[in-house]
């Protein structure tokens, strides 16, 4: 590896960055609260991050759908935001909140339907991404998974519950059985 350029700002340290398919422009979040375009390792635009609530909104992951229609942006207080490109000052944002705490990882799939997000909550998000401006809705869905992911307790637990039942539908048989062979032969007893 060769370093090619650099771009030090003392007042913010980066914490993600993700560029375009050109390879021409490169979106940054870092802890000065701002999204930074840069363009031949400039700064040619910052956009704050205001919440409604609070000021001091970090953004803390950055990440653009491979399409390049739409640039997506994760906070400390555990919202997605997304901006429409090209990045103006009317680009159309939306806020959508998911996480209860910072969000420390994000990605878009690689056909940009989905935007995945990770939380300090532990959680895993996924999000469908539909173009606005075109509708364009796909025909396939996802489908849906038949398997439900348990814990090995909780399955050694089942395992061990369905056992038991099965042992008590077996002498509950048994039991049936003996009663019918026991009425079977009182009736024939009488019948002599």
């Known amino acids: 590896l060769e370093r090619s350029a650099e771009n030090v700002i003392k007042s913010c340290g980066y914490t993600s960055i993700t560029i375009s398919a050109d390879g021409n422009t490169i979106y940054a979040v870092g802890s000065d609260r701002s999204l930074k375009v ?9 956009i704050p991050a205001h919440g409604k609530l609070r000021d001091d909104i970090v953004y803390t992951q950055v990440t653009l759908a491979s399409s390049g229609v739409a640039l997506f942006t994760a906070t400390d207080d555990g919202c997605v935001r997304s901006y429409t490109l090209p990045l103006t000052d009317q680009s159309d944002t939306s806020i959508y909140a998911a996480h209860n705490n910072a969000i420390t990882h994000m990605c878009a799939s690689f056909d940009s339907r989905f935007l995945f997000s990770v939380g300090e909550d532990g959680c895993l998000f996924s999000y469908k991404i539909i173009d ?61």
């Open 38 to 46: 840069l363009e031949n390792f400039q700064v040619v635009k910052e």
């Open 132 to 192: 606005k401006e075109r509708s364009v809705r796909r025909e396939q869905e996802m489908d849906w998974a038949e398997e439900v992911l348990v814990s090995r307790a909780d399955l050694d637990e089942q395992t061990t519950l369905m056992a038991e039942l099965k042992l008590r539908v077996d002498e509950l048989k048994m039991a049936n059985d003996y009663q019918l062979r026991l009425k079977d032969m009182h009736y024939k007893e009488k019948s002599k």
